[in-house]
């Protein structure tokens, strides 16, 4: 459910992860289970399990991110407890600067350690209650293949200049939709193949910023419009590709390394660099003329950290624009202020 | 405002005074001392055997709205990008901040240094990182990761590791020292005074109850925001002392009661009042909550600090859903309570999403009915008057047939 879910260790135990999105649908089942300002994930992941639609799952991982899904992975477990829930709880508070951090790496107090107990105690859960140990080769080796999902994904990310947000968008959420041996081999052959967006369409660029982006809409109307994404900082993008794991240390801790280290969500707590001068230094390396803030309806962390973010946006005279997504919202919302912003832009 | 159409308190003009004198000495009578804002859930005795004084931005803002002076202060915040879905304290504090004259009391000091704790929430790690960034406050965000499963040790050292650190942050930023026998002398203090308040809490048992839970809701202010401190303790020695008297004379907070009812949830501040009133024409008092028992564990004395970080990483909020589920089970049962309301509240999604689970679970354990209540502690624009009194007068109509 989380882009911090170690998907490396469930993979060494011989499960296939999937994660879990909206996939569009109504909501109704799950009205009697959460309350109307619960984010639209939580309605719709939810609905589709009292459906049915996950029966097929062996268990499901929440991991701690926000208060949602804390409160989501026991509503599970009391309204369905036919489902195995497993909780992985990692820090909130990661790194921090050099200048105030008390460990030797710029840790937050207490957080490696933590981070550590974590990795090797769901390890242990799924070897007890799964018969699924995980072996340390079987842990390299998964890692090492995630490690080559996440250089395709960062060169896919280096050419998406060529390619429409349609062709981006499937092959970057896919990567943890389908067994990731199969996407790597997707990943390297539409490498081979060059785009068809081609430079010569010339249109606005955009950087996509937000939690997932499993909505088809934003792509599709982006597209449309004539817009060309040229980065982004997603969950479901380049917060999940970001920081490979070490393969020549220790297998537990080099995946520890990997999550203290990689970019931040807003869920977490860091002093080590604000999301709004990563988002700078993505816009100034992308080259993208305008910023889109995808906002999911009723996700705290997200709409806290808009504030500061488009702060500093302004400070530095990137033009950007929010779409906050629901699924019960009109489509025609997020076109118009799509359509505006990109005009706005080729102005 | 409303008035409470039961028994006041006497103290309650103790209660008043002894607020007005700490945000009073928070901004003009801290001799020197430095200021932190600091969350619901902190461990504020290290604070305090520190020497730093302290604010707590929820207090003031729970102030804000029982004065109705939230909703100006939210739109302040909305005016600046903060949605009107963020949770009202928060909007309501950082309205404070930026619209500091419009602000009761001026809102609340500049801090020296902020420490916020996620054992109640997330929200309060970006609230305060907003108040942090824009005083350029320095921030130390305690981590007290939830326990779905109760307390394992690898998370207790976790916990502990930081509060050390803590000591290091205030030593750094105040270049105050900590002292343990200071420490242990607070930790007296404030265990004192959560064990007054439990005790004044379980004199609820009582048929009649001697108090209803809006009382609960104002006198919980010190033990909030003056735990560790003598006068906290002489104050709940007088309330308890008051209550007692009610308890000897047979003297309940509503007249002639009829139902005993439990509440889960923060308390609906701007309509303190007039919301407990439309119960208190059924003769319904509220004689237990979930949401005033968060301050009454006390800290294993002479145990430092992995006792406070044991106390702390373990409150009420930072557990699981069948732990809440069963907690009302045995308020219910030992308070003899015939029906239960919960404040389904927009602002508080950790306190709100698992409602459903747990009225069902509560309902199905102990066959007691339970009510549902959608609204907001602060924000009273999502508070809808005609459609609360409906669904009130059902619910004691059909506990009253029952």
């Not at chain 1, 340390?136 to 200049?161: C, F, K, M, P």
Request: proline share 6%; with cysteine; glycine share 6%.
């Amino acid at each position: 459910m989380c882009s911090y879910a170690p998907l490396e260790i469930l993979h060494a135990a011989g499960f296939t992860p999937v994660r879990l999105m909206q996939m569009g649908g109504d909501v109704t089942l799950a009205n009697a289970h959460l309350p109307s300002f619960s984010c639209a994930l939580a309605r719709a992941v939810t609905e589709r399990m009292l459906r049915g639609d996950l029966d097929f799952l062996h268990g499901v991982l929440f991991t701690h991110t926000c208060d949602t899904l804390q409160c989501l992975a026991d509503i599970w477990r009391m309204a369905a407890p036919r489902f195995r829930v497993l909780n992985y709880s990692l820090p909130t508070v990661l790194a921090v600067s050099p200048r105030r951090a008390p460990g030797p790496n710029g840790d937050a107090a207490g957080a490696r350690d933590y981070l550590l107990a974590e990795l090797h105690r769901l390890a242990e859960t799924l070897a007890l209650e799964f018969d699924a140990p995980v072996r340390g080769d079987a842990l390299r080796a998964s890692i090492a293949l995630y490690n080559e999902q996440r250089r395709l994904l960062a060169v896919l990310h280096a050419r998406l200049g060529r390619l429409t947000a349609r062709e981006w968008w499937p092959l970057t959420l896919s990567a943890t939709l389908m067994p990731v041996e199969e996407h790597v081999r997707v990943l390297r052959s539409r490498l081979d193949e060059p785009g068809t967006a081609q430079d010569v369409r010339g249109g606005p660029t955009l950087l996509l910023t937000g939690a997932l982006l499993d909505d088809p809409l934003i792509p599709q109307v982006i597209d449309e419009l004539g817009g060309r994404v040229v980065g982004d900082d997603l969950c479901t993008g380049s917060r999940y590709w970001d920081t490979l794991v070490d393969e020549e240390q220790e297998p537990f801790a080099a995946l520890a390394e990997r999550y203290l280290r990689r970019a931040p969500c807003p869920c977490k707590h860091t002093t080590r660099e604000a999301r709004g001068e990563r988002i700078l230094s993505l816009v100034r390396n992308t080259g993208a003329q305008g910023v889109v803030l995808v906002l999911l309806k009723f996700c705290d962390p997200h709409a806290f950290d808009a504030v500061p973010l488009t702060r500093a946006l302004d400070a530095a005279d990137v033009p950007h624009v929010t779409l906050e997504t629901d699924v019960s919202a009109p489509a025609g919302q997020v076109r118009t202020r799509l359509q505006a912003f990109l005009e706005m832009l080729q102005t | 405002m409303t008035q409470p159409r039961y028994r006041k308190l006497k103290t309650a003009n103790h209660l008043q005074r002894l607020m007005q004198w700490h945000y009073a000495s928070a901004r003009y009578l801290r001799m020197g001392r430095p200021l932190a804002w600091v969350s619901s859930g902190a461990p504020v005795e290290i604070l305090r055997a520190m020497g730093v004084a302290t604010v707590y931005p929820e207090n003031y803002t729970a102030l804000c709205g029982a004065q109705r002076q939230a909703v100006g202060l939210c739109e302040a915040a909305e005016a600046q990008g903060y949605s009107p879905d963020l949770c009202s304290y928060a909007r309501t504090s950082l309205g404070s901040i930026l619209d500091g004259e419009g602000a009761p009391m001026r809102g609340l000091p500049r801090p020296d240094l902020i420490v916020a704790c996620n054992n109640i929430c997330g929200t309060v790690v970006k609230w305060f990182e907003a108040a942090a960034a824009h005083y350029q406050s320095p921030l130390l965000v305690l981590d007290a990761p939830f326990l779905h499963d109760g307390l394992q040790p690898s998370t207790l050292s976790y916990v502990v590791a930081q509060l050390e650190e803590m000591v290091r942050f205030v030593e750094r930023t105040t270049h105050h020292r900590l002292d343990a026998v200071q420490l242990e002398e607070t930790v007296r203090l404030a265990n004192e005074c959560t064990e007054l308040w439990g005790e004044i809490r379980a004199l609820c048992k009582s048929r009649p109850s001697p108090l209803n839970a809006p009382d609960l809701f104002v006198n919980m202010a010190p033990i909030v925001v003056l735990r560790g401190t003598h006068s906290a303790v002489r104050f709940y020695r007088r309330l308890k002392a008051e209550v007692e008297q009610r308890v000897r004379d047979g003297v309940g907070a509503i007249p002639d009661e009829k139902h005993r009812l439990l509440w889960d949830n923060i308390a609906i501040w701007y309509r303190l009042y007039g919301f407990y009133n439309l119960f208190v024409d059924y003769k319904a008092c509220f004689v237990a909550d979930t949401y005033t028992g968060a301050w009454s564990q006390t800290l294993p004395p002479g145990d430092g600090l992995q006792g406070i970080a044991a106390a702390y990483a373990t409150i009420f909020l930072n557990q699981s859903l069948e732990y809440r589920a069963a907690l009302m089970v045995r308020l219910i049962s030992e308070y003899g309570v015939d029906g239960f309301v919960m404040h389904v509240n927009r602002s508080c999604k950790p306190y709100s999403l698992g409602q459903y689970a747990i009225r069902r679970a509560v309902m199905e354990r102990t066959g007691m009915p339970g009510l549902l209540i959608e609204a907001d502690m602060c924000d009273a624009r999502s508070y809808a008057e005609e459609a609360v009194r409906t669904r009130v007068q059902a619910f004691m109509e059909s506990l009253a047939e029952a």
